[in-house]
T-cell receptor, first 113, second 113 residues
Framework: SQTIHQWPATLVQPVGSPLSLECTVE??????LYWYRQAAGRGLQLLFY??????ISSEVPQNLSASRPQDRQFILSSKKLLLSDSGFYLC????????????FGSGTQLSVL | GNSVTQMEGPVTLSEEAFLTINCTYT??????LFWYVQYPGEGLQLLLK?????DKGSNKGFEATYRKETTSFHLEKGSVQVSDSAVYFC????????????FGAGTQVVVTP
């Protein structure tokens, strides 16, 4: 069966520090991978989307970047965090046609202080 | 662009009451439509989906009908339980941006005994 791992679960970082959140998927090949952010009191915002290794689509101009060094690995990064980067970050994957459902990781609660 | 608008919460109901959560969308073509649910302390999971006009998605007593003419996908349940307390997200997967799911802001539902 397929599983998705996302870590860490919580993270507290000072403003200006770097960020690296990692997500890996098991049990499937060539998944579509996503990073979403859920800010307090707001819905899910699609940040990045990837259909394959090295292929990243950025949905929102921001302080973050994403990379996909391996087929089932998706990394969210920042060189210098801002206060506005605080939020709940979710990794997700899907396969097949665009109507297939998303499978979400357990999320990372990031607090930038 | 593509977007999803859903009613604001929180929605507070008594057990066995009827629940409706309105959702409307803007998209080109014929997107697939979804309802995701986030129970307290858990990750998002798919509740139901509909892939074409007039389709009805159903699961766990919840139903939603894909209405192309009103661009709506309202979620309904005839008799809610305390265990239905959660945040509900309406989402779409557009046909012109395959796999790029767009989510609404979420509606918190609180069911009291």
């Amino acid at each position: 069966s397929q599983t998705i791992h996302q870590w860490p679960a919580t993270l507290v970082q000072p403003v200006g520090s770097p960020l690296s959140l990692e997500c890996t998927v098991e049990g499937t090949s060539n998944p579509n991978l996503y990073w979403y952010r859920q800010a307090a009191g707001r819905g899910l915002q699609l940040l990045f989307y990837s259909v394959g290794i090295g292929q990243i689509s950025s949905e929102v101009p921001q302080n973050l970047s994403a990379s996909r060094p391996q087929d089932r690995q998706f990394i969210l990064s920042s060189k210098k965090l801002l206060l506005s980067d605080s939020g709940f970050y979710l990794c997700a994957w899907s396969v097949g046609e665009g109507w297939e459902k998303l499978f979400f990781g357990s999320g990372t609660q990031l607090s930038v202080l | 662009g593509n977007s999803v608008t859903q009613m604001e919460g929180p929605v507070t109901l008594s057990e066995e009451a009827f629940l409706t959560i309105n959702c409307t969308y803007t998209a080109t073509g014929y997107p697939s439509l979804f309802w995701y649910v986030q129970y307290p302390g858990e990750g998002l999971q798919l509740l139901l989906k509909a892939t074409k006009a007039d389709d009805k998605g159903s699961n766990k007593g919840f139903e939603a009908t894909y209405r192309k003419e009103t661009t709506s996908f309202h979620l309904e349940k005839g008799s809610v339980q305390v265990s239905d307390s959660a945040v509900y997200f309406c989402a779409l997967s557009p046909t012109d941006s395959w796999g790029k799911f767009q989510f609404g802001a979420g509606t918190q539902v609180v069911v009291t005994p």
